[in-house]
């Protein structure tokens, strides 16, 4: 299961830290994303962490945000940095089963329930 939090309003050009509760006994065996989506528009990738942890991220966020996880991968973190307008979204963690190397970018199979992030001008 996963349960993220720590969504807000936020000025431009502010800061946030988003938290995704992983619970279940095969955390390790799980490669860990954030997605977001806009009013109106398509789920998109946002940034993953292998289970080697290594990280991906989208080219929109680059250089902005971060995420992370505990050793026990029992919280998945991401910060926004430098926020702007055009990052308002719902947020969502999700997981996905994966071979040590991949860092996936779709299809994944278990998400949370989303966390909003309003970013004003």
């Known amino acids: 299961q996963l349960q993220a939090s720590g969504g807000g309003l936020v000025q431009n050009g502010g800061s946030l830290t988003l938290s995704c509760a992983v619970s279940g006994t095969s955390r390790s065996r799980y490669a860990l994303g954030w997605f977001r989506q806009a009013s109106g528009k398509e789920r998109e990738f946002v940034a993953v962490?292998?289970?080697?942890?290594?990280?991906v991220y989208a080219d929109s966020v680059k250089g902005r945000f971060t995420i992370s996880t505990n050793n026990a991968k029992s919280t998945l973190v991401l910060q926004l940095n430098s926020l702007k307008p055009e990052d308002t979204a719902v947020y969502y963690c999700a997981a996905k089963p994966t071979i040590l190397t991949v860092i996936p970018t779709t299809g994944y199979n278990y998400w949370g329930q989303g966390t909003q992030v309003t970013v004003s001008s």
């Open positions: 962490i292998s289970r080697s942890g290594t990280s």
